[in-house]
């Protein structure tokens, strides 16, 4: 009797200690991705195997909503607050503005410093530099491989914006000079690679892997891919689509790779892994990009679906109820409080901030304590959006409306190999552990996370000019935001127009800056810097 008391006990014990084991976290984003460019939505244009294989062990986020543009939604994740709560709402930051997120807020790395963590950062950090202290080994990461502005080119990695042209590759503080004219996605890659073969797995690991794919590059040469990669999508004959599939099939290849790497080290049983995009796609030639939203309205930059809903899924054995879609409401803001938790931390601890702490509803599949969601309120744009359960306003637009339409291309049509995800790297690894979805799996739930729109033959159709009016929808019925409901339920439409005016009264300006002449790469090298740290002559910028 006494034995058998001691051996319960033990395994008690041995049980607490494996639930309160630590996860890795894994954070790969992608940079400007659509809606309809993952397999898992629908789309079987651009194979994404690795990235599928991912979304089908774990959980497809179909009502998972980032910011409009870059700098924005990376704000959010690193602080768990609302742009608007922040400064950061407005545009993105350029690398000659003297300014970063500010150095009040403690980031994500931060918090997760505190519970024993390990931060490491492969890829585009784009939340200030102009200082030292602004930049990633500042802010609670390690070590850093990457780069400081919004994009720059694959193979030189120089970043072509006002006020000129300069190298931006760091490694920590440093110029990464040697690696010019290597691949971006590769080097990303081969790092983060080299970072959790060489970490130790019995200690807790934060890895952010910021991509600068699928974000164009340079003006003269935009969607820049190895041309062994384009040339497997003969399929397709539009040649920035074609070209932009040879950079969204590497970036899928990568997490392959880094999935296979967890493995290896025997840390992917004990990881969460999350794959999304930062905002919407830039479509049809916006930004000089070939992303697809479709069927879903708007790019990159608007606030219609197309600009805020974002593909992305999470991964991990720690979830009670997977291989299912997620129709959850969820804000990138939500990852603080909820990876935190998941860390073993106590959200209540966080302060004041917007996001929520959502892992119970996900692991369960129970309704979360997440209502609404602030899209973003632009007072220079002049345009603001709000959803709260099933409804969504739309107030004001960007760019004069010109972005306001619906662009593919859909992808449809065309089959769906199921096999190439059961024998890509990652579904390989997933396999492994007896993770990996099964085709009947694949297949019912590709159709459930297909977003589909219909309006029946009789029904008026009241359009949306939101420089005219506000606009109302009902996302839930109808995710194209294709009928303007404004009209039938004006007290609808009143009370999230209030809502809109009681977000804004907690708002606080917007930090931009003019560009600072001392940020010019010409002065340091070609390259962009921590400028704010040295001192210029004034005559030498034109004072």
Avoid at 31 to 47: A, E, K, M, R, Y
Wanted: with cysteine.
């Amino acid at each position: 009797m006494t034995f058998v008391l001691i051996v319960t006990l033990l395994a008690v014990i041995v049980e607490s200690d494996q639930n309160n084991v630590k996860p890795h976290i894994v954070y790969i984003i992608a940079d400007d991705l659509g809606w309809n460019d993952v397999g898992f939505h629908g789309s079987s244009q651009i194979p994404t195997p690795n990235i599928d294989a991912l979304a089908y062990s774990g959980l497809i986020l179909n009502r998972f909503y980032v910011t409009p543009i870059c700098t924005p939604s990376r704000s959010a994740l690193m602080t768990g607050k609302h742009p608007i709560h922040t400064g950061m709402q407005h545009r993105v930051l350029y690398g000659a503005e003297p300014r970063g997120l500010p150095l009040t807020e403690t980031l994500l790395p931060e918090y997760l410093r505190d519970l024993g963590y390990t931060n490491r950062i492969v890829g585009k950090w784009h939340l200030g530099h102009y200082k030292k202290e602004y930049t990633p080994l500042c802010r609670g990461f390690d070590s850093h491989l990457g780069f400081w502005t919004g994009h720059h080119d694959y193979n030189d990695h120089t970043a072509v914006e006002a006020p000129s042209w300069g190298l931006d590759m760091r490694r920590g503080m440093e110029t990464a000079w040697d690696l010019h004219g290597q691949y971006s996605t590769d080097v990303f890659t081969k790092e983060a690679v080299r970072l959790i073969h060489n970490h130790n797995a019995s200690e807790p690991l934060f890895l952010y892997i910021a991509h600068a794919a699928v974000h164009s590059a340079n003006p003269y040469n935009p969607l820049p891919a190895p041309d062994s990669e384009v040339a497997k999508f003969t399929n397709i004959t539009n040649y920035n689509r074609r070209r932009f599939a040879g950079v969204l099939s590497k970036l899928d290849t990568s997490v392959g790779r880094v999935v296979s790497a967890l493995k290896q080290n025997n840390m992917l049983e004990n990881s969460i892994i999350i794959f999304s995009t930062d905002n919407g796609g830039a479509a049809d030639g916006f930004n000089l990009n070939a992303a697809s939203n479709w069927p879903l309205r708007g790019v990159k930059n608007t606030l219609w679906e197309g600009g805020v809903r974002g593909a992305g899924l999470i991964w991990s054995p720690k979830f009670q109820k997977r291989s299912r879609v997620s129709h959850q409401l969820m804000h990138i803001s939500d990852w603080l409080p909820t990876l935190y938790y998941a860390a073993g931390g106590n959200p209540g601890k966080l302060g004041n901030i917007d996001g929520i702490n959502i892992w119970e509803a996900l692991s369960q599949d129970v309704a979360s304590n997440r209502t609404e969601v602030l899209h973003n309120i632009d007072d220079i744009y002049g345009n603001s959006a709000l959803t709260i359960g099933d409804w969504k306003v739309m107030k004001g637009t960007t760019y004069n409306g010109v972005w306001d339409s619906w662009y593919g291309p859909s992808g449809r049509g065309i089959m769906y190999d199921t096999n190439l995800v059961l024998n890509s790297l990652a579904g390989k690894a997933l396999a492994s552990i007896n993770m990996a979805a099964t085709e009947s799996q694949m297949k019912l739930l590709r159709e459930q996370a297909d977003v589909k729109c219909s309006v029946p033959k009789d029904e008026t159709i009241v359009p949306c000019k939101p420089l005219k009016a506000p606009c109302l929808f009902n996302v839930k019925e109808d995710p194209c935001e294709i009928r303007n409901l404004a009209d039938k339920y004006p007290d609808l439409l009143r009370k999230l127009l209030d809502n809109i005016a009681k977000w804004n009264a907690t708002a606080v300006p917007p930090g931009n800056l003019p560009l600072d002449p001392r940020g010019d790469p010409r002065f340091w090298d070609n390259t962009w810097t921590n400028f704010g740290d040295y001192s210029i002559l004034s005559n030498a910028v034109g004072y």
